[in-house]
C-alpha cells in the first residue's frame, strides 16, 4: 500500500550529514510528505512534514524536488542516537497512515 | 514523552483468548491510530478514528475491533487470540485527519499469546 520507495539500509559516520532519500513519483498534488523514525524498543517518531517547499525544524532538514517526486531527509550531524528506522509517508487529507519498510540507518563511531 | 498512553505495557495470555488495549490520546487530540508490529516487520496499519467515528480500515482481522469513546480514548480488542496475533500494538493520536497534522506514538502494548 505504500507510495514511497526508500532504500533498505544506509550507513553513515557519527558526525557527518546523512542524506536519506525517499521517492514518491505517484504523489499528487495534496499529498503531503511526512518522516518519522523508529528507535530500537520504542514507538515511531515525528520527524518532520512538508508540502512543497523544504522546511527545518530542530531534528533534520526536508528537501522537496521542484516535481515532488522525491524528497530527501537531512540530519545535518548524525549522532549514534539518531540510528533508527527512517519512514517516508505520503499523507493527505482526512487519510490514514501508510507505513512502508523504511530506511534503517546504522551510525558508526 | 508523546503525551500518548498506552496500557498495558505487557501482557501475555493463552491462545483463543480476548485481550483489550487501551490508547489515551494526547490532550485535545481527536483522531486515533492503530498499527500492529510484528517481530521484525513494518508498521501495520489497523484502524482509524476521528472523534468517535471510524474514519479508515487497514488490514484489520475480523477477529479485532475497535472503539474510541466520547473522552476520546480508545481501545481495541484482540479475540480468538492466535501466536500469530503477538506484537506490538501502537496507538497514535493527531488533533485532525489533515494532511499537515503530525502524529503521537505511544510507547506500545507487547502482546504475547502463548
Known amino acids: 500500500d505504500a507510495k514511497t520507495t526508500q532504500p533498505n539500509s544506509m550507513e553513515s559516520n557519527e558526525e557527518e550529514p546523512v542524506h536519506l532519500p525517499c521517492n514518491h513519483s505517484t504523489i499528487s498534488g495534496t499529498d503531503y510528505i511526512h518522516w518519522y523514525r523508529q528507535l530500537p524498543s520504542q514507538g515511531p517518531e515525528y520527524v518532520i512534514h512538508?508540502?512543497?517547499s523544504n522546511v527545518n525544524n530542530r531534528m533534520a532538514s526536508l528537501a522537496i524536488a521542484e516535481d515532488r517526486k522525491s524528497s530527501t531527509l537531512i540530519l545535518h550531524r548524525a549522532t549514534l542516537r539518531d540510528a533508527a528506522v527512517y519512514y517516508c509517508i505520503l499523507k493527505y487529507n482526512n487519510n490514514d497512515m501508510r507505513f512502508g519498510a523504511g530506511t534503517r540507518l546504522t551510525v558508526k563511531p | 514523552d508523546s503525551g500518548v498512553t498506552q496500557t498495558p505495557k505487557h501482557l501475555i495470555t493463552a491462545t483463543g483468548q480476548r485481550v483489550t488495549l487501551r490508547c489515551s490520546p494526547r490532550s485535545g487530540d481527536l483522531s486515533v491510530y492503530w498499527y500492529q508490529q510484528s517481530l521484525d516487520q513494518g508498521l501495520q496499519f489497523l484502524i482509524q478514528?476521528?472523534?468517535?467515528?471510524?474514519?479508515a480500515k487497514g488490514n484489520i482481522l475480523e477477529r479485532f475491533s475497535a472503539q474510541q469513546f466520547p473522552d476520546l480514548h480508545s481501545e481495541l480488542n484482540l479475540s480468538s487470540l492466535e501466536l500469530g496475533d503477538s506484537a506490538l500494538y501502537f496507538c497514535?493520536?493527531?488533533?485532525?485527519?489533515?494532511?499537515?497534522?503530525?502524529?503521537?506514538f505511544g510507547q506500545g502494548t507487547r502482546l504475547t499469546v502463548v
Open positions: 497514535a493520536s493527531s488533533v485532525e485527519t489533515g494532511g499537515g497534522t503530525e502524529a503521537f
Open positions: 478514528y476521528y472523534n468517535g467515528e471510524e474514519r
Open positions: 512538508g508540502l512543497t
